[in-house]
């Protein structure tokens, strides 16, 4: 997010950041998004989460900079806990004119970040056999990155209000249940074929192959405040798509999206102290208990960012969260 340096409030001059960042030695870019006040910030391809580590560091420093240099901040969240995203600029590209003329205020509604993770396939197939034997753990990603919790100057009453905002936009949370990689091909492009989706960038489910990088995108986390979480939320994500690749492709079960919906929407609402179902489906467990078995001791799995902002916002205000996320954002 980019934020007026005085009021903290968002600030619509992403675009002069991104100009200002070409030519600077970046170990990655700095991109736009829909609204002019966010800011995207890519890294190269990382062949391990220290090496995403220092990339992310550098790019957020740099950023920083460039901001500090114009009377701005730069602050990473799931949500900005104050402005109103109806009232933000969209940016001025014509993909973005055309996505707004389309979702009409679902999309004036999205004024939320997340945490993008690409972890390369060997192939199409892998990809497949990972998408669906990830898919059941994103829930407990989304309870460890919960980051979310104001929106538009309000409380929600959710650890990841990001998660509901984004289940507005068509083509959200998880995707159909496929038997193979073929068919979501031929999904996605049959939607391109009739004119509703141009290709499979236009699907926001929380996780989808991507051709173009050979990748598997996991687009579930909140954007994380400490560079600390988001780099042990990419060095999780990369361990279990390694992890199910080692083991038996999951038996095709339609049935099981709606366990996936129930848990995702108890995730968004109760971050770590939700109760899920397994990902087994044979039984339930508290998202601390299964976080911790994915995470181990990289992350806290007692409490989330979304629970410090309460904190702090409960007890000195608003203000006070946003500058508490524009100092911790390079902590």
């Given amino acids: 997010m980019v934020l007026d340096a005085e009021t903290l409030l968002l600030a619509p001059r992403a675009p002069e950041l991104i100009a200002a960042a070409k030519g600077a030695g970046l170990p990655g870019t700095l991109k736009g998004e829909l609204f002019a006040s966010a800011l995207e910030l890519n890294t190269e391809i990382c062949g391990s989460p220290n090496e995403a580590a220092a990339a992310l560091l550098e790019l957020r420093a740099g950023a920083a900079r460039l901001a500090d240099e114009r009377g701005l901040r730069v602050g990473a969240a799931g949500s900005h806990p104050i402005s109103r995203p109806e009232a933000q600029d969209i940016a001025d590209e014509a993909r973005y004119a055309e996505f707004v003329a389309y979702a009409g205020v679902s999309a004036r509604r999205q004024g939320v970040s997340g945490l993008h993770v690409h972890v390369g396939m060997p192939s199409a197939e892998a990809c497949f056999h990972a998408l669906e034997g990830v898919l059941p753990w994103l829930p407990v990603v989304l309870a460890l990155s919960a980051n979310s919790p104001y929106f538009a100057g309000e409380e929600t009453g959710m650890q990841s209000n990001r998660a509901e905002v984004l289940a507005q936009l068509p083509r959200s ?145 608003l203000e006070a969260v946003c500058a508490d996320l524009v100092e911790r954002t390079l902590g």
């Avoid at 579930?220 to 405040?225: A, E, L, V």
């Avoid at 361990?239 to 690749?245: D, I, P």
């Avoid at 083991?247 to 995730?267: E, F, I, T």
């Avoid at 806290?300 to 000195?316: F, H, I, P, W």
Wanted: aromatic residues 10%; hydrophobic residues 40%.
């Fill in 173 to 317: 949370g998880a995707p159909p249940a496929f038997t193979s990689y073929a068919d979501w091909e031929a999904f996605v492009e049959r939607f391109a074929r009739l004119g509703i989706g141009a290709d499979y960038t236009r699907f926001w489910w929380d996780i989808r192959p991507h051709p173009k990088f050979g990748t598997l995108e996991i687009r579930m986390p909140d954007q994380p405040t400490a560079l600390g979480v988001t780099i042990g939320l990419v060095a999780v994500v990369r361990e279990l798509c390694e992890a199910v690749l080692d083991q038996p492709a999951p038996a095709y079960d339609p049935a099981a999206r709606g366990l996936y919906q129930q848990n995702r929407w108890a995730a968004a609402r109760f971050g770590l102290v939700a109760e899920l179902f397994h990902p087994d489906g044979e039984h339930t467990a508290r998202a601390s208990e299964l976080a911790a078995e994915l995470a181990g001791n990289r992350l806290d799995t007692s409490r989330t960012e979304a629970d410090r902002q309460l904190e702090v916002g409960r007890k000195s205000g």
